[in-house]
């Protein structure tokens, strides 16, 4: 490795000077993609067989969830009582779903008449810990037609063209309303400070430090709590409840400490239940938390909603891949943004620092196991180098530590000053491009049941770009909460009765589909315990 | 008493020894014991602040505290996880405030029972000065508050460990709301554009890139002109 990062070192003055080397050529886009991209190999997919979706392809692990069998028997659950009774439920209290439940209360839901319920701590979601910013087209030289051409072109021109429109439209304002919160968006001179990300082409990337996903979402948090907005923690939803006539009804929770299951009947429904990093896509590690387990998936789906892009993954190109005890986790692109290169084992630069995120990606696969060019520790990961020395260089001293203050920490904390040496770095998988498929207003396929946020298919086509998350949960968060305290309000949408039929039916399309499977679903939380233990395993208490 | 293997070290959760191997977290650590976490595990890199992790090293009188998804474990390390802190927190409405040098005392007037001891500085794992910025709120300088807390991620260690009974981290996002609102510089260019998009300045170019076919944005993608 030191010899390695010798020669990282060696060819720094020229890099400095010479900056950048130029982006690929569309066709040469294409070409690393099609040999090096995860997403296009065949046989890591396949095609669903049943439910709404059937004959869409999506990654194997990803089916396996889908056609899973039930976690339980709905005939084990009293649906006669009611335990919470409400005019908006929303499940998943990350990003999404918190901004749903402001919006719905501002919409005129009474606070207690809402309730989040949520896997976890209310925030432990990958809203908080988002790094490099959120896109918004507020400079002069920048515009939402201009926005809206980057997100196209980044999606692979898959997204739903109203989707980005509303997006893009949505972005300033909802910047504004992160300031009427308090947040504290990184400024110079009264001006905020705004940067490019992978495949834009105009500078909009609003940060707060490295720490923008705390930055924006505790605030947000912080405000539902003065609102009074009730929130059951530890008790995720493990199915979706509609009314015998299709409507979203509410849902089933099971609380993760009891083993209690609760009945929540609601008028209306926000689906807001993040991503599916935790489902560890082809082996590879992933930046996500805990719970980023694909439940929304599973439960909307089973509820009759269909999917949308969900062939398609994205894995960051600069997970950690040294040291190994924390391999996989996020190194983030404002480390490129601010001058940070790739540079192969030799001190080549080889790509283009922002390309887009699949075709960055691909472009280090194709380094460390086709060129040979990358790096092997210990472990037998292999990875590149990313030269983050150069920020201090470029910006001058301190700027790394300022401005990216995570970073430096993670990485010190193992004993690596990375504005001295360069980072170890190989892709990590980081988001769910598509997913449960939306209107403008996050209205599902499902009357009743909106969705906003990861969870959502159709915003970021192919390839979501960083920035639009962030974007993407406050945009859609809203929009959902709105429709559903709109939807709630309305007279014609009462609940006659809660069912658990689908579940039922579904359980049965899968015998019928002849699917052998033991897995069942929704999955909660991925299970790290070892082999040992596990193969000795009686249970606790038996 | 050298426990440690060339692969192993010996960890103690909560007072019982286990071996797990070496180079893992203290997170990893206790999973491959055999635990799996409901409590203590949020995002898993260092954001979230759910897997505040106290220890002791064999041989050593000190408690240190970390995070348990940060932190390398290492051979004869006592540890204990605090996952929650029952800290009180005080509900205001951040349009109505006034904020004027006494908000911050008038919400958590317990800060005024800091006795400097700087343990709350010693407990922080993200190498936060908890005292100063306890010191800066008494002071009213809401400023320098919210930027010495800005990395904070409410592990609630300090609290946990503050003899005054102090609640720094509820106070400190507090301070930094209202930084962020009152005294944080507003950009004019983010009304200027807002009230363009209000007044549909935009609509019709957007309008007709949403009616395009996909060749026709390929080739507008192709001649953007890089900022
Ligand atoms: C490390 C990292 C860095 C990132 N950096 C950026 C960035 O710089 N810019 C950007 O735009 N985007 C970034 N992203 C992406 C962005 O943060 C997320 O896509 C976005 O925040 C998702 O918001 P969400 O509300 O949909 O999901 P989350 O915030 O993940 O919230 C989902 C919530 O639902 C809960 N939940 C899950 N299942 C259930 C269930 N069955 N029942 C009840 N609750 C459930 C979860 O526990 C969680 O609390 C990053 C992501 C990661 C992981
Ligand atoms: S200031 Fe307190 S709550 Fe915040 S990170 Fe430090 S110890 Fe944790
Ligand atoms: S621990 Fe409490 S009393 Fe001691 S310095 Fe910190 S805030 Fe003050
Ligand atoms: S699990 Fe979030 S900080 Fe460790």
Redesign the pocket.
Known sequence: MRESIARVEATRPARLQAGPPPAMTPAEREKVLAEFHPDYKAEKKRALSIGVSAGNVVPSEVADMLEAHLLVDPAKIDLSSVDYDVDVLI???????TVAAIFAHQEGIPAENILI????R??????????????AADRPEDSPAIHYIDVMGGGHYANKPELVQAMVDDAPEIIRWHEELGVMYDKENGEYMEAHGGGTSRKRMHSCKDY??KAI?NPIRDEARNLGIPTLEF????ELLLDGEGKAAGAI?YNLETGEYRVIRAKATVL????F?RMHIQKFPT???Y???A??LV?AYRAGANLLDMDSVQYHPTGVAYPSAILG??A???LRSQGAMPINADGEVFVYPLEPRDVEAAAIIRECWSREKGVETVSGVRGVWLDTPMIDEIHGEGTLKDWLAAMWTMWHRHGIDITKDPALVYPTL??QNGGVEIEADGETSVPGLFA????EGGVHGKNRL????????NVF?RRAGIAAAKWAKSKKNKIKTLSLQHAVDFEQQLIDAGIETDIQS?M?LPDYRSKSVLERSLGRFL | MNTSSENTIRIYVMGSAYEVPRGLTIMSAMEHAGWRFTRGAGCR?G?CGACSTVYRQEGDYRLRFVLACQTEAEDGMYLVQLPFTPAPRVSYTLAELNPDENVLLQHYPEIARCVSCNTCTKACPQDIEVMDYIQAALRGDIAQTASLSFDCIQCGLCSMRCPADIKHYHMAQMARRIYGRYMSPVTAHLEERIAEIEKGVYEEEVEALVKMTRSELEEIYAARVVE
Request: proline content about 3%; aromatic content about 6%.
């Open positions: 499940i998943g209290g990350g990003g999404a779903g319920v949520t896997k976890l209310h925030g432990d979601c990958n809203s908080t810990m988002a790094q490099g910013g959120i896109q923008t996903g979402f008790s995720p939803v493990i929770t807001a239940t993040g991503g990093g930046t996500n938390h719970g980023a387990t439940d929304g439960i986790q996020l983030t692109e404002k980081h988001y906003g946020g990861e969870v960083m920035g639009n998350s962030l974007l993407g949960y968060g929704p909660l | 890199s954001f």
